[in-house]
DNA sequence: CGGGCTGTTGACTC
DNA sequence: AGAGTCAACAGCCC
């Protein structure tokens, strides 16, 4: 599950690693995460040179000297940079560069790789959408974003036209650092509420960045990010006390996803 | 061994 | 606009 603290440093670590090498070669062993045909993704790509690497919401962003390629992991995979001699078995697509190594793609249930032209990043669709990254907005911003809005809090927050980069596994401690209910309408929020939501996104989001990413993902070298399940709060502990006021932490139904809150802290 | 759960997104419906 | 459902089909847990 790769959300925005996971984009960023995998982005960080593309753009460190990869800048300034060559295309050579690309295998495509899952065609169907492609926009294009495989042929014509081949041809647009080898012979590119690496230039910039950077985050967009789940989105990783690579600029190369003969267009962009944009990368979603979906429900999660890894990037892993290799030798050649050495990639790993389970990958269902690679970037195989001039000096020996290679960047392999894999998706554990599905992703995409597209290529779009250069001038011609705007004409993505699924990028083009996207609301501001989480990060990256003001407090105006979000004040601005939500007004107006009817449904429930958390559906907002996982809208990527929204809000770009937060998804189901960050989403119960931001919750809980606001005092918010997942289910909590929009439209009743005051701008306390608001400050405080605005702040926990930060909260629930750089720490993560400051580790590495989430334990379960792994980074480009093949190592496990370094936040824990010791730096969550709430999140997958159903039963556990709140560690703010010892009330058993609760996991419910919202919609076709859960949440874990705290039902004292966060009342509907 | 098998069924349920998980997580993202777009397409589609009402 | 928003809510609901489905499809894409891996791997872990019990």
Same mark, same amino acid.
């Given at each position: 599950?790769?959300? !925005? ?12 690693? !990869? ?15 492609? #926009? ?6 081949? @041809? ?24 962009? +390629? ?9 990037? +892993? ?23 392999? %793609? ?14 011609? +990043? ?35 927050? !996982?809208?990527?036209?929204? %809000?770009?980069?937060?998804? #189901? ?13 997942? !289910? ?16 926990? %996104? ?25 936040? @824990? ?26 919609? @076709?996803?859960?949440?874990? %809150? ?7």
């Amino acid at each position: 599950m790769p959300e !925005l603290p996971e984009i960023t440093c995998r982005s960080a670590e593309m753009k460190k690693e !990869l800048t300034g090498k060559m295309i050579s070669e690309i295998e495509v062993i899952q065609p169907k995460s492609l #926009n294009i045909s495989e042929n014509e993704f081949k @041809s647009a790509l080898v012979g590119a040179e690496i230039l910039d690497v950077y985050p967009r919401g789940k989105w990783i962003i690579t600029n190369t000297s003969q267009g962009w +390629l944009l990368i979603n992991l979906g429900m999660g995979g890894e990037l +892993l940079h290799t030798q050649t001699s050495q990639k790993p078995e389970k990958r269902r697509l690679s970037l195989e560069f001039d000096d020996n190594s290679s960047l392999c %793609i894999n998706f554990w249930w599905f992703g995409y790789a597209h290529f779009i032209p250069i001038s011609a +990043l705007n004409s993505h669709a699924m990028t083009a959408k996207l609301g501001p990254n989480a990060l990256e907005m003001s407090p105006d911003q979000l004040q601005f974003l939500l007004k107006g809005k009817r449904g429930a809090l958390k559906t907002f927050m !996982l809208d990527q036209s929204k %809000i770009a980069g937060i998804g #189901n596994a960050y989403i119960h401690d931001i919750l809980w650092f606001a005092y918010l209910h997942p !289910l909590r309408v929009i439209d009743s929020l005051d701008n306390e509420d608001i400050a405080r939501l605005f702040q926990a %996104i930060k909260d629930g989001l750089l720490p993560s960045i400051k580790k590495g990413g989430a334990f379960y993902e792994v980074n480009l070298y093949g190592e496990k990010g370094g936040f @824990s399940m010791e730096d969550i709060f709430i999140g997958y502990k159903e039963g556990k006390d709140c560690p703010r006021c010892g009330t058993t932490i609760e996991k419910i139904k919202t919609g @076709s996803t859960s949440s874990f %809150i705290c039902p004292s802290c966060q009342k509907y």
